[in-house]
């Protein structure tokens, strides 16, 4: 392909902690990926890093009555728009599909990098943010954080994804969001324009239980199956119940639903994604059915909302 097209450098991956490393470093116009990677869960990390470079992607499929990824996996029917091919494929379609895509209009890079967010002040809020997501939740933060403005509320954030994908997760989040996104760390102290990410790794991400408020991570086994557990942010917050904005994002299973009843009856406000905008309608589907959220919210108001409650 570099003979056809001068000037052009090839990368090679064979895992997706590999490609996705590349991809980060190197920012591609177009990647060729296989199949299987598409059907892992941490796939969903390659998705938010190719949204977030304006990498055109095509899956290749062992063969022609190969299931598509797309037709078993819900991060890959919302819309995210990808081509198959397989390899039995001729060499001239493969090129064909990558004229196709390379010569597609491209977004203006030189725009690219941290957005303004919403216009506030360190003063204007009065209460710290806890989000916690699953499946489809890394396009979803991406889709909140970009609305934070520079000075936002202290915010937690737990994301399940693989244990070697949380540093990528947090520089993904850096990238787009006006305020600094940070992996989090023991005793760290929760300061305004700061965002605390616990993803991937194998401790669980809580609060101290005394002011100032700081973060604790603390070892031991799953909770609600998952390491780091949402229910571990949401429960460990209970003190400070008044001063909690918590929400819970799509994802499957129902960790997080147990947390936010206890604080929702602790006096916090508490939110859950909606069914349409949500990928996968597992977490919040148990957060609103058991009264633990008292508000649905769609994705593309939830920043909105969030911050609001936090002035409260």
């Known amino acids: ?14 895992n997706l902690m590999m490609a996705y490393n590349q991809a ?6 177009f990647a060729f990926v296989e199949d299987g990677f598409t059907k892992l869960p941490e796939f969903e990390m390659m998705l938010a890093l190719f949204s977030a470079l ?22 890959l029917n919302v819309g995210a728009g990808i081509f198959e091919l397989t390899k039995t494929d001729s060499p001239v379609q493969f090129s064909q599909y990558f004229d196709m895509m390379v010569k597609a209009p491209r977004r203006d890079q030189t725009r690219a990098g941290k957005r303004n967010g919403a216009a506030g002040s360190a003063t204007d809020f009065k209460k710290i943010i806890l989000i916690g997501s699953s499946t489809g939740g890394v396009e ?26 949380g540093q990528g997760l947090v520089s993904l989040l850096d990238r787009i969001c006006a305020a600094k996104v940070l992996p989090a760390d023991d005793n760290m102290t929760l300061e305004p324009g700061h965002v605390y990410v616990a993803a991937g790794q194998r401790r669980h991400m809580g609060m101290t239980q005394r002011k100032p408020m700081r973060v604790r991570l603390k070892e031991g086994p799953p909770i609600s199956g998952h390491m780091p557990s949402v229910d571990a942010l ?54 609103w059915e058991t009264g633990a959220a008292e508000k649905q919210v769609s994705l593309a108001r939830m920043a909105g909302a969030l911050l609001q409650a936090a002035k409260a």
């Not at 392909?1 to 064979?14: D, H």
């Not at 063969?63 to 990824?69: F, I, K």
């Not at 909140?144 to 070697?164: D, E, R, W, Y």
């Open 1 to 14: 392909m570099e003979s056809t097209y001068p000037g052009m450098k090839v990368l090679l991956a064979n």
């Open 24 to 29: 980060e470093a190197a920012g591609p116009v």
């Open 54 to 75: 304006d990498t055109r992607w095509v899956a290749v499929m062992d063969s022609l009555g190969a299931t598509p990824a797309r037709k078993s996996s819900p991060l």
């Open 140 to 165: 979803a933060l991406r889709s909140v954080l970009v609305g934070f403005p520079a000075q936002c509320p202290p915010t937690l954030i737990v994301q399940h994804t693989g244990k070697n994908f």
């Open 234 to 287: 949401f429960t460990s917050a209970v003190p400070y119940g008044k001063e909690v904005v918590a929400t819970i994002l799509t994802g499957m299973g129902q960790d997080g639903a147990k947390g936010l009843l206890a604080l929702r009856k602790a006096g916090a406000t508490t939110f859950a994604q909606d069914e349409k905008s949500s990928v996968v309608y597992g977490m919040p589907r148990v957060a």
